[in-house]
């Protein structure tokens, strides 16, 4: 199982629409989870943090699954500016600030 | 608001010349990183640090080194560069442990012709 895991899109979706990703992660011991957000040819940008009991942040919620080792963030009503690529992280453990970034989903957002 | 600054957002070079890349942090984080961003590879770390004069290899450091002279700084050195390293570089930085989120510079984009 490759350490982090995403389903690569692209997803394309009407404005309007609700939109899952999910992300699947291969170290068990692993503590720290969060989600960004990267527009084209632009940096990684933090989107949320992932806590255990899931969290909400305006129209993005993400739940953390520590059982099957699976994350996800939902984004209701998208909106056309929510086109990027979503990046699923984790820490990578032992290892101190070092964070492990998935490939990343493709979300494309129409009119 | 964290800031990260990366010296250069384009740099063009030529093969075999050594090549700087200088990354500032003003929010006195103690690690810092190295990463390359190529189509269809995602984000690959290159080098890290966690304090001062320290140093630990990424995923793919080999060609590449790094310097930590002082803890806002942290530059990328490509010793002999050649065209596979024609990427985008982008550096991070982040505080205290691992359950800390690393925040990023602008980018550079560099061409090895």
């Known amino acids: 199982r490759k350490e982090v895991e995403q389903d690569p899109g692209p997803f394309n979706v009407p404005e309007g629409a609700t939109v899952a990703f999910n992300c699947t992660y291969s170290?068990?011991?692993?503590?720290?989870f969060f989600w960004y957000r990267q527009d084209c040819r632009k940096e990684p940008k933090l989107l949320m943090s992932v806590y255990s009991s899931g969290n909400e942040d305006g129209r993005f919620t993400a739940q953390l699954n520590r059982a099957s080792q699976y994350i996800s963030l939902l984004i209701r009503d998208s909106k056309l500016s929510d086109s990027a690529t979503y990046l699923c992280?984790?820490?990578?453990?032992?290892?101190?600030?070092?964070?492990?970034f998935g490939k990343g989903t493709k979300l494309s957002v129409k009119p | 608001d964290v800031k990260v600054t990366q010296s250069s957002r384009y740099l063009v070079k030529r093969t075999g010349e050594k090549v700087f890349l200088e990354c500032v942090q003003d929010m006195d984080h103690e690690n810092m990183f190295w990463y390359r961003q190529d189509p269809g590879l995602g984000l690959r770390l290159i080098y890290f640090s966690y304090d001062v004069k320290m140093k630990e290899k990424g995923d793919i450091p080999e060609g590449y080194s790094v310097s930590r002279e002082k803890k806002e700084r942290f530059s990328l050195i490509l010793e002999s560069a050649s065209t596979n390293q024609t990427s985008m570089y982008l550096c991070?930085?982040?505080f205290g442990t691992g359950t800390q989120p690393q925040h990023f510079g602008d980018g550079t984009r560099l061409s090895i012709l």
């Open positions: 992280v984790v820490n990578r453990r032992g290892s101190q600030g070092n964070l492990i």
């Open positions: 991070a930085s982040s």
């Open positions: 170290n068990s011991a692993s503590q720290s």
